[in-house]
């Protein structure tokens, strides 16, 4: 699989083998990233691979925690509320993310590569994030299935502190990534509203002129059409 086919299937994978990636693989991650757009070119991230036992024995601890924390905001009604979403809704869809975080919880420690990646000045993820991506796109491409998480926000200088990070220079971790093989079914997220749902055209909450009933993606998908709008007269 290239890229560009890795764009079209790539989604969060929590479930993963703890078979090791090659670090030539990892380069190759690594290289998709820092080849990302950034403002002025500054190039002001960096990515801190771990992949000791022990450390991520120490970080499993945080992460827990971290959880905990993020869950009880969610239950406090601070945290991960959907505008589109009835109360039923939400509960069954929290109850598939919790079983699948469960499982990325428990199995931490067995999770094959962590990239820390942090960022000076990031005008609210401008800069990072499509380095991100890149790298999560690099790892489909190499078979590889990645999760971004944020959640350990919670204890960032514990974290921080733990992996030695020059904060007094103004660097901020902005997410952890976990990369890993995959462990059962990998394909196309599906669980997504429909482009004509939440999208509009030329003013809020006017038609944007087609229906996408089932997804596109990768081209070629069988049954995938799009439904055109009438001319307006």
Known sequence: MDVHEALYTTRIMRRMKPDPIPLESQCRI????????????????HFLAVDDPGLKARLAVLYESCRQQEYADIAAGRLGAAPHEDA???????ARIKKSGDHFTEHFTEIPLLVFVFAVDDHGGANIYPAIWSSLLAARAEGVGGVLTTVLRYEAGAVCDL???????????????AFGYPLGRWGVAANRR?????????????????????PLWPPGTEGARIEFDPPAS
């Open 30 to 45: 690594l290289d998709a990233a820092i080849r990302a757009p950034n403002g002025g070119n500054a190039q002001r991230w």
């Open 88 to 94: 039923a809704q939400r509960a069954e869809s929290l």
């Open 163 to 177: 992996l030695g990070v020059p904060t007094a220079d103004g660097w901020r971790q902005i997410a952890m990534l």
């Open 194 to 214: 429909p482009v004509h749902e939440v999208s509009s055209r030329n003013r809020w909450g006017a038609s944007f002129g087609a229906r996408v009933p089932e």
